[in-house]
């Protein structure tokens, strides 16, 4: 009975998931976005919004539906707003305002600014650690493992995609698992190292 309970919590939150977001669910929002591809994202419509487009926007994936649902977004915010409820959410996300090509410029900058930590970190500890460490390899292993992750990071939050998304996602995984196995192997060379010099003091004494 309890397994049948918590299979039907887990299917009804996979069907809320999969119906979206309060405000893309809403019609307000669905007709505008509607309207707005029909009248802006098709022919001449079209080529003239690519015309005004800017390059950057171009060159970061920007498309005419995106603009329209960003735009759109913010409509039914408004009209939130105006009626006294709360800002909902769209697509799984809080609303957030555009700057340039960035999609949350703030995220984009915190992810950056820790990748550059990460970096400056690791070229700190490859000029005051001795390359013959024990630990050496994992250390820096684990640092480009965690560069990598703020680089996704940085670009999901400049670029929301199904590919980012799950670059970022996939990402941030292996670094969890990364301190895991970083955890293990120094709790593991600790121990080696203390029953070494354990045995290195025996030796002595005999």
């Known amino acids: 009975m309890a397994g049948r309970t918590a299979r ?9 998931l999969a119906s979206g977001s309060q405000g893309d669910r809403e019609p ?44 759109c977004m913010w409509v039914t ?28 410029p703030a995220s984009a900058v915190a992810s950056f600014l820790n990748g550059l930590a990460s970096l400056v970190m690791l070229c700190r500890y490859r000029t005051s650690v001795p390359a013959s460490s024990p630990m050496y390899p994992t250390c820096v292993t684990f640092a480009w493992v965690s560069l990598n992750a703020w680089f ?9 995609t199904d590919l980012t998304e799950k670059m970022d996602y996939f990402c941030a995984s292996t670094v969890i698992l990364h301190s895991i196995y970083l955890c293990c192997v120094s709790f593991l060379e600790d121990d080696s190292l203390y029953l070494l010099k354990e045995s290195e003091a025996k030796f002595k004494l005999d």
Not at 8 to 16: D, E, N, Q, Y
Not at 152 to 160: I, L
């Open 77 to 104: 915010v408004g009209l939130y707003l105006q009626e006294g409820h709360k800002v909902p959410q769209f697509h799984g996300k809080w609303p957030f305002s555009r700057f340039l090509f960035f999609q949350e």
């Open 152 to 160: 996704w990071s940085t670009v999901f939050h400049t670029r929301d």
């Open 8 to 16: 039907l919590v887990l299917l009804a939150g996979a069907a809320a």
């Open 28 to 71: 307000v929002y669905r007709d505008c976005v509607l309207q707005c591809e029909e009248r802006n994202c098709s022919g001449g419509a079209l080529k003239h919004f690519r015309s005004r487009q800017p390059i950057y926007m171009s060159l970061a994936g920007w498309t005419c539906r995106d603009d329209c649902k960003y735009e």
